[in-house]
């Protein structure tokens, strides 16, 4: 199955139901199930996005450490926009999430664009 690195705390956002659209500067044609790999990089970006969520959001309970470099979910992208009313887009498009499902973190290298993830998913 195919996989899409997201930086946190989005992808857990999406591994947990609560962001319905990943942003993206590339538009995508695939519609199906996908692993989400958290990418590895953690820094200021990261801890400010944190601090958006919990302002916009203030009713999700994110956790206090997030797993990074592996994947923590599958999902399935449904459709890809370039406008919606859904409050997580921002993107110049937005591929558009459903049953989003955690799984235990796996740890594997993660790509720009879909990936095969170098990991044994039988």
Request: glycine residues 10%.
């Amino acid at each position: 199955m195919r996989a899409l690195s997201v930086l946190q705390p989005w992808a857990w956002l999406l591994a947990n139901g609560h962001k319905d659209v990943e942003n993206r500067s590339w538009a995508t044609r695939y519609r199906g199930d996908f692993f989400i790999h958290a990418g590895k990089r953690w820094g200021r970006e990261q801890r400010d996005d944190v601090a958006w969520v919990r302002h916009h959001f203030p009713r999700i309970e994110l956790p206090a450490t997030f797993d990074l470099g592996g994947i923590v979910g599958a999902a399935t992208i449904v459709d890809c926009v370039d406008e919606s009313d859904s409050p997580w887009f921002s993107g110049d498009f937005g591929f558009v999430v459903a049953n989003a499902v955690r799984i235990k973190f796996i740890p594997c290298r993660g790509m720009l664009g879909f990936f095969e993830p170098a990991v044994s998913h039988g």
